[in-house]
């Protein structure tokens, strides 16, 4: 075995001592090393156990990381496991995230010479009688050639989402999580399943992720669902974002869409409103490698009998040359405004949105 292996299995075993030190009888903890470098990852936890660490290290001769990952004993009962198929292509951004309240129990990945890289599929179960609340965003956990260490801190504090944008000059991956607490529904019998059929319909939720390095943006969210999710990460080679949005099921009908021109010329700032009662339902820009940055349109939409109140400011959500995320917390607070300042020496914005909630009421519009 190679040193730099060796080196990286000491650290995870010298992990799980410290680990398993600390434990006690209602915390049971089991850590599996879930591949070798090169190798395919198969993993999920066994008999109600929940996932709830992640270790992983990067090795610069293989280019390849290794992945050790740690099951909880269970709260409730865990069933309906489905897995889904690969969610990326090699060396291309994901953002996925399971469905309603389901929580991410393996994984599942494959490694490719060619590209160095991984695709991953991930396994998604339910809960009995939990539903998830509180979700949270971790941020990127690591640095691209550096080792990722997370733990959830509570017992019903599950993995709900799983980000990752892949790196060709460190041929290396950077990761976020999404956590979501599962707590108890309070309900039983029928009144079970109809809350889960109301909950599914209305936090329905949708990711994608809209372009690539240098490439054109044209996104806008489909039927009656709201653009309530935005993140996005800087690539100083490229010296662009890939960016991705999430539609969520509207509470009202969605109507009469109109883009607008581009609102801004290059390096320069922008500040925009949707007017009236609409909101930002769309996103359309390209990149000019010559300026390095980005023009920027967006499509403005209505809610029927809805109209915007209580609006507020996000303040700038990222630095320059880091990564941004923004999910509105309420199902009707939308994005009505975007702000932009450009940076040559940067050559990358800061972003700041106007949010507010659409309740019901007349438009005079």
């Known amino acids: 075995m190679p040193l730099e292996t ?7 075993k010298v992990l799980v001592y410290i680990l398993f030190a600390g434990l006690t009888v209602t915390s049971a903890l089991l850590i ?90 991930f396994q998604c179960c339910k809960m009995r009688g939990r539903i998830r609340r509180d979700c949270e965003d971790t941020g990127f956990l690591n640095d691209y050639d550096g080792d990722l260490n997370y733990t959830t801190t509570k017992t019903n504090q599950l993995f709900h989402g799983w980000i990752s944008i892949h790196n060709n000059g460190h041929e290396d991956r950077i990761f976020d999580f999404e956590v979501c607490d599962y707590v108890q529904d309070g309900t039983t019998g029928i009144l079970v399943c109809f809350l889960v059929a109301v909950l599914s319909v209305t936090s329905a939720f949708l990711v994608s992720t809209v372009n690539d390095y240098d490439q054109p943006m044209d996104f806008s969210c489909e039927g009656n669902s709201t653009l309530r999710h935005i993140s996005s990460h800087h690539n100083n080679h490229h010296e662009d974002r890939v960016w991705s949005m999430g539609c969520y099921t509207g509470i009202a009908p969605v ?111």
């Not at 922008?270 to 009236?276: A, I, R, V």
């Open 6 to 12: 060796k080196g990286a299995f000491i650290i995870m």
């Open 255 to 365: 109507y009469d869409c109109q883009w607008t021109g581009y609102v801004n010329d290059f390096d320069d700032p922008f500040d925009f409103e949707c007017p009236g009662d609409e909101f930002i339902n769309g996103v359309k820009s390209y990149h000019d490698n010559g300026h390095e940055d980005r023009r920027w349109a967006f499509q403005c939409c209505k809610m029927l009998g809805r109209i915007r109140q209580h609006c507020e400011d996000t303040g700038f959500l990222n630095h320059y040359d880091d990564a941004l995320t923004y999910t509105s917390n309420q199902d009707n607070k939308n994005i009505r405004g975007w702000i932009s300042i450009h940076d040559n020496g940067h050559e990358d914005r800061i972003f700041d949105f106007q949010v507010c909630e659409y309740v019901e009421g007349e438009s005079s519009t």
């Open 32 to 121: 599996s090393t879930a591949n070798d470098y090169h190798g395919p990852m198969d993993f999920s936890c066994k008999d109600n156990s929940t996932l709830r660490h992640i270790f992983s290290h990067h090795a610069n001769s293989r280019e390849d990381r290794v992945w050790s990952l740690g099951c909880y004993t269970g709260i409730e009962m865990v069933y309906d496991c489905q897995w889904t198929g690969y969610v990326n292509d090699y060396d291309r951004p994901f953002d996925f995230q399971c469905p309603g309240d389901d929580f991410i129990n393996g994984l599942r990945s494959i490694h490719d010479h060619g590209p160095k890289d991984r695709r991953w599929a």
